[in-house]
């Protein structure tokens, strides 16, 4: 710690901490975050970090993280990030501009959280709800359509046999007893 206040803070929130160049590399990393890898800031910096991010989520992050200089908007990202013991969790990044008094924009500062498994198991349930619902639409639809054809034809059935239903036709052919 180089005792301003700043990194100070840094160092005790409990979210993990990065923050990177102009250009997009990071050049900081919190010690919760160095914890969290199990690794140093020497193994962290620059791009090395990034291969801990999940292959599948590292291409969206690259893609933000590398935004033209002009656009400097915050973002809001959840990608799989391995921990120390190799097992990517999900976490959920938030990440905003920095600017430097005389020189304008100098990078992202990034605070990352371990989500919780209750929360992944939430939205795995939500998923599957939603599944569920639409097969359910399915389903009803698959079910109703027939129904309605049975009923058109009974009314069909109904409506050209009415005179036998009323019993004012005779019925062909031989009745037995």
């Not at 619902?133 to 309605?148: G, T, Y």
Request: aromatic letters at 10%; glycine letters at 8%; proline letters at 6%.
């Amino acid at each position: 710690m180089t005792g301003r206040p700043e990194v100070a803070l840094e160092e005790i929130v409990f979210c993990m901490i990065r923050k990177t160049d102009p250009v997009g590399r990071c050049d900081y990393f919190n010690q919760r975050w160095l914890d969290y890898r199990g690794r140093s800031l020497q193994q962290e910096i620059d791009d090395a970090w990034l291969e801990a991010v999940h292959p599948k989520d590292r291409a969206g992050l690259q893609t933000i993280l590398r935004a033209p200089l002009s656009d400097t908007k915050s973002f809001e990202i959840e990608d799989r990030l391995q921990r120390h013991d190799g097992i990517h969790h999900w976490v959920l990044e938030k990440g905003t501009a920095w600017f430097r008094p005389s020189q304008g924009f100098g990078g992202y500062v990034g605070c990352c959280i371990d989500l919780p498994e209750w929360t992944v198991m939430e939205r795995g349930l939500r998923r599957r709800n939603r599944a569920l619902h639409e097969l359910a639409h399915v389903v009803s639809h698959d079910l109703k359509e027939p129904l309605r054809t049975i009923g058109t034809y009974t009314e069909m059935l109904a409506r050209g046999c009415s005179p036998v239903f009323e019993g004012r036709h005779e019925p062909r052919g031989r009745l037995y007893p």
